[in-house]
């Protein structure tokens, strides 16, 4: 594995470098070799000591940061991380490749067949008929009998225009606006 290290307000020294490089031969088997890893170390104000990593590795970019007082500790729990990412991303591949049908199994499927499109619902208008006034009482016996389910009707008491309906549960609905 290739290492690259960057210092921000810091200088890497060789110690450093070499408990990193350490701590990264297990990522590196795990990876089966053939990464790349850009190591970024930082010292902020107040003593924060920030470690991040960069790991590429097929097509994927793993990354990680760690920030606490000492640079090593930092850099520890920046590692475990990209360990954790690495599992997790390895563990993907293996499973997508498991489980995905070889060669021999993927017949081609059968097209389904086309169905005609729907025309969209359009406004089909009925026979006209006249509103006549009339009670609701008479309405109702109108709609009784007639095999429409309602029926507009202008009410001879109030001169204002209603409509009765059969409902479901056997009884009459009258809307009055």
Known sequence: MKIEFTGRNFTVSPAIKKHITSHFKKLDTLLN?????????SVG?????????????????LT?????????????Q????????????????????????SASEIAP????????ETPAPRIIRSRRYSVKPMTP?????????????????????????GVIYKRKDGNYGLIEP
């Open 78 to 101: 920046a590692i475990d991380k990209l360990q954790r990412q690495a599992v997790k991303v390895k563990g993907k591949l293996i499973t997508r490749k498991h489980q995905a049908p």
């Open 33 to 41: 070799g053939a990464t790349r890893a850009h190591v970024i170390l």
């Open 45 to 61: 104000k107040h003593h924060r000591h920030l470690a991040e990593i960069v790991v590429n590795w097929l097509d994927h970019s």
């Open 109 to 116: 499927s059968p097209v389904p067949p086309v169905e005609p």
């Open 64 to 76: 990680s940061k760690a920030d606490t007082t000492d640079m090593y500790t930092s850099a520890l």
């Open 137 to 161: 009482e008479e309405a109702m016996l109108r709609v009784a009998e007639a095999p429409e389910q309602f029926l507009v009707f202008r009410d001879a008491e109030t001169d204002r225009v």
